[in-house]
T-cell receptor
Framework: EDKVVQSPLSLVVHEGDTVTLNCSYE??????LLWYKQEKKAPTFLFML????IEKKSGRLSSILDKKELSSILNITATQTGDSAIYLC??????????????FGKGTHLIIQP | DTAVSQTPKYLVTQMGNDKSIKCEQN?????MYWYKQDSKKFLKIMFS???????INETVPNRFSPKSPDKAHLNLHINSLELGDSAVYFC?????????????FGPGTRLTVT
């Protein structure tokens, strides 16, 4: 069974700090790894990493995939209070031809204090 | 211009009742999903539909039945509601194909069974 483990489960830092969130995975047939941010409502898509795209960056957020170590990190620099959220890591789990459901980790609850 | 929408946003009902949650996407995606997020914020795939066919059917009770009238809609019907069904239910959609695609989530439906 595909598995995703995130650490830490919660993290409290001060505004301006840099944080690194971790995700490790076990999948039968790796195709991609996705990062989502969840505030009060729906998870919103951040990045998708694949064998051909192991680094992604958007503003203060960046993510790297390490296929050897079966892991990924999400970095946030110069954190702001608006970064407070649950960050979710997921991998597609293909159990039949066609569609992939996502297997999620338990998330990292990040709190940025002013 | 809502991409993935769900109705209702909140649903409070008594044990034993039957209820439905509706989902619509206007992204032109060919696959839709239902996820359940429990009180500990753990997101788990329930179903996916690709071109009106059920592709993944996780080990959920058969009281839950997804219905897709067309590619843009995926409704979730729940019979004989139980206390343990209380959760937030998210609909999502994506393209499918040989390349991996990200999934986009609706705002969620908070179901409370009393």
């Amino acid at each position: 069974e595909d598995k995703v483990v995130q650490s830490p489960l919660s993290l409290v830092v001060h505004e301006g700090d840099t944080v690194t969130l971790n995700c490790s995975y076990e999948v039968t047939n790796f195709r991609s790894l996705l990062w989502y941010k969840q505030e009060k409502k729906a998870p919103t898509f951040l990045f998708m990493l694949t064998s051909s795209g192991i680094e992604k960056k958007s503003g203060r957020l960046s993510s790297i995939l390490d296929k050897k170590e079966l892991s990924s990190i999400l970095n946030i620099t110069a954190t702001q209070t608006g970064d407070s959220a649950i960050y979710l890591c997921a991998v597609p789990a293909r159990l039949g031809g066609g569609a992939d459901g996502l297997t999620f980790g338990k998330g990292t609850h990040l709190i940025i204090q002013p | 211009d809502t991409a993935v929408s769900q109705t209702p946003k909140y649903l409070v009902t008594q044990m034993g009742n039957d209820k439905s949650i509706k989902c619509e996407q206007n992204l032109g995606h060919d696959t839709m999903y239902w996820y359940k997020q429990d009180s500990k914020k753990f997101l788990k795939i329930m179903f996916s539909y690709n071109n009106k066919e059920l592709i993944i059917n996780e080990t959920v009770p058969n009281r839950f039945s997804p219905k897709s009238p067309d590619k843009a809609h995926l409704n979730l019907h729940i019979n004989s509601l139980e206390l343990g069904d209380s959760a937030v239910y998210f609909c999502a959609s994506s393209h499918t194909g040989t390349a991996p695609y990200e999934q986009y989530f609706g705002p969620g439906t908070r179901l409370t069974v009393t």
